[in-house]
């Protein structure tokens, strides 16, 4: 689409989700194929895998008047976990899912042109089977977000 800002808006929205206390490594992408030697740096060691993907879910496009455009999208955060001594690992998800949950209920501006249009919803943390390999909690996010540009 000629216009969208939607590139912008998820690195935006990607240096807020990191100021949160408890995130890191956050990706504007999903990381399903990546070369053995950046695993660690992805994804973290396989005793510590704690990392999230954000990436456009839906978008639809209105049309204003003239050469508006307003667009709906709606950011899918997915949060990686590793499952440890459960009476550890699972408040800790749950004390991030809280934080982030915060930060983005109190934030509405992303760049000056979106906002989020709702408050962010969330599946809370299941247990998941990463690659076959990584057993992990996984954390659903659903932020929705619109855009307003002109098309010329």
Request: zero cysteines; a negative charge.
């Amino acid at each position: 689409m000629a216009g969208s800002q939607i590139t912008t808006i998820l690195t935006n929205v990607a240096t807020v989700l990191a100021s949160v206390t408890g995130v890191q490594r956050v990706h504007p992408y999903e990381p399903v194929a990546t070369k053995p030697e950046n695993v660690v740096a992805i994804m973290g060691g396989s005793q510590a895998v704690d990392y999230w993907s954000l990436i456009p879910e839906t978008t639809r496009p209105h049309r204003l008047q003239g050469f508006q455009m307003e667009v709906d999208h709606v950011l899918l955060f997915q949060h990686y976990y590793e499952v440890g001594d459960t009476t550890i690992s699972t408040p800790a998800v749950r004390t991030i899912v809280l934080a982030v949950l915060d930060k983005f209920n109190n934030t509405f501006a992303i760049v000056p042109q979106a906002e989020m249009t709702g408050p962010i919803d969330v599946d809370w943390p299941t247990v998941w089977r990463l690659a076959d390999i990584f057993l992990v909690h996984k954390t659903v996010y659903r932020l929705p977000v619109k855009e307003l540009y002109v098309v010329q």
